[in-house]
């Protein structure tokens, strides 16, 4: 993948991480937001995270609507499942808006299917990601749309008809993009917006109305301080002046102010662009030590931005070609043992003439010793080369067990939260204070826990203990399938204070309920129940 495809990727995802309207007068929203266009992504988010506690203690809908939709907006650039789970929690909210205002509610609903859109194009689900954008075109482009949601769209849709070769149809969406952005005056993403109608102005050869579009771009993203825009801007501007005036050393000057923008960021992605745009300039200018010495550089911050998981995959990679390379080495060595034998069969019928014969025979003997030892070492390196990916493979078995544990964990915690937040809700209410008990009920089956916990909660601990509830079935077909509940929770050794509010009932029904289980297990009363569980 080229640099210039690297960048249409980074503008395809990086544009709605800032890419809504200003939010409401909230001055902790508002805060974060200046925050967010500027790239202090830390900063917005603890800004916004302060208004949606304050709404949340407020009983604020809109405003913690609002609040989660911008946490959304700001961290899904470092995780696509955070972001994902901040915009569903703001769906649900702008869902409990409806009665009470329900045109806001609609405008937030499609804010929140446009994030989820661009979150499905940065996960390769573009299909998903067009019907949303679809959605939110046929229901704002007839309305009088201020927040920039209907321009968002556009674009989205702008590039996925991009990445399926349809120019006439991304060219369209790009245009109306851009009138609505124009029109809202959103200066957080016409930068990029202008940077798309640069790059179609300049595939048709318009010298002209390319660069007046992208110093457009870079005018805006400086003064509003967007230091993502000013990057996508300046290499544009390169890449420009390389196109129409063959002139590497402008393109140079802004490729490297691009990356004095972007060595401080904490989105890597950006530096390596830069980097990866140098490395197509000296290419062209025949530089290749410079090239070198860039390309080592990008490995580096590579290296250091890629996770744990990444590296296993490469690791492996690496494990594989290496055995591939040994067999193939393998195979060579076995090809040419097959000549030399041929060839020896010919030297012991010559020995009978010549005494010279005998003498290249021998020479040829020595040679055959010494691919023998070559095959060998072949042979030795093959195998631990297959004993390494082995060990890689237990590793990597070893990580999967420890996440699902994990998330087991993460699930049994989750429970016992629920159902102690229920407890102290029930105690409210039997205390009868001049609380609406209509309120607390409606909140109490909010948080009951559905069936789904304990589907997920026994497809984890059953991918951890193989066949548990199956063993004990069989042992024991009269066991219930409250007691397997119980045995699983004694096999992850919780005490029955823990298991009580798992199960939301009292302590002393735990022990009845372990009590009529050591009966079903036929076990003697000097046997531990949990001894027992752990072993099975």
């Not at 990580?399 to 937040?421: G, H, P, R, V």
């Not at 409606?442 to 984890?460: A, G």
Request: aromatic share 10%; hydrophobic share 40%; with cysteine.
């Amino acid at each position: 993948m080229n640099w210039m495809q690297r960048l249409f990727i980074l503008l395809v995802l990086w544009t709605p991480l800032s890419g809504f309207a200003s939010p409401s007068d909230h001055p902790l929203l508002q805060k974060g937001w200046a925050a967010l266009v500027k790239d202090n992504e830390n900063e917005a988010f603890r800004y916004f995270w302060q208004a949606y506690e304050i709404a949340k203690k407020e009983n604020n809908t809109a405003i913690k609507a609002e609040s989660l939709l911008y946490l959304g907006i700001c961290s899904y650039g470092s995780s696509l499942e955070k972001g994902l789970q901040f915009v569903t929690q703001s769906l649900s909210e702008y869902k409990n808006l409806e009665n009470t205002n329900p045109e806001k509610a609609l405008i937030g609903r499609y804010k929140c299917l446009q994030l989820i859109s661009t979150i499905y194009v940065r996960q390769k689900k573009y299909t998903e990601a067009k019907e949303l954008s679809e959605e939110v075109v046929a229901e704002l482009k007839d309305k009088n749309d201020t927040s920039g949601t209907l321009g968002l769209a556009h674009n989205t849709l702008g590039r996925l008809n991009e990445l399926d070769n349809d120019d006439y149809e991304a060219e369209r969406h790009y245009s109306l993009a851009l009138q609505e952005f124009e029109k809202g005056k959103n200066t957080a993403y016409l930068p990029t917006s202008y940077c798309k109608m640069g790059e179609i102005a300049q595939k048709k050869n318009d010298k002209k109305t390319s660069l007046d579009y992208f110093y457009k771009a870079l005018s805006i993203a400086e003064k509003s301080e967007n230091k993502h825009a000013q990057i996508n801007a300046m290499i544009a501007l390169g890449k420009w002046h390389i196109a129409f005036e063959n002139d590497f050393l402008q393109a140079e000057i802004y490729y490297n102010k691009a990356r004095i923008l972007a060595v401080p960021l904490s989105d890597k992605t950006f530096e390596i662009i830069t980097i990866e745009a140098l490395i197509e300039l000296k290419k062209q200018e025949g530089d290749f030590e410079e090239v070198s010495k860039l390309q080592h550089q990008v490995i580096v911050i590579k290296d250091s931005f890629y996770s744990f998981e990444r590296e296993q995959i490469v690791k492996s990679l690496e494990v594989q070609f290496e055995v591939s390379e040994k067999n193939r080495k393998l195979d060579l060595l076995s090809a040419e043992k097959e000549v030399t034998k041929l060839t020896n069969y010919l030297l012991v019928g010559l020995l009978l003439v010549i005494i010279v014969v005998f003498t290249i025979f021998y020479s040829f003997l020595k040679r055959i010793n010494k691919r023998d030892k070559q095959l060998l070492k072949a042979k030795e390196e093959l195998v631990a080369l297959m004993e390494a990916q082995k060990q890689l493979k237990e590793q990597q078995f070893q990580n999967d067990i420890e996440f699902k544990e994990s998330q087991l964990s993460a699930i049994t915690i989750q429970m016992l939260e629920k159902n102690e937040l229920l407890d102290e809700i029930k105690t409210v209410l039997n205390k009868k204070e001049p609380t609406s008990e209509k309120d607390i009920k409606k909140l109490v089956s909010k948080y009951t826990i559905q069936d789904n916990n304990w589907k997920d909660f026994d497809n984890y601990f059953e991918s951890i203990n193989k066949n548990f509830y199956t063993r004990l079935k069989q042992k024991y077909p009269d066991i219930s399938s409250n007691d397997l509940k119980i045995c699983a929770l004694i096999k992850l050794n919780l005490s029955i204070k823990e298991m009580a509010s798992i199960l939301n009932i009292s302590p002393d029904s735990v022990k009845t309920a372990r009590h009529r289980l050591r009966k079903k297990l036929q076990l003697n009363t000097e046997e531990n129940l949990t001894d027992f569980i752990l072993t099975v």
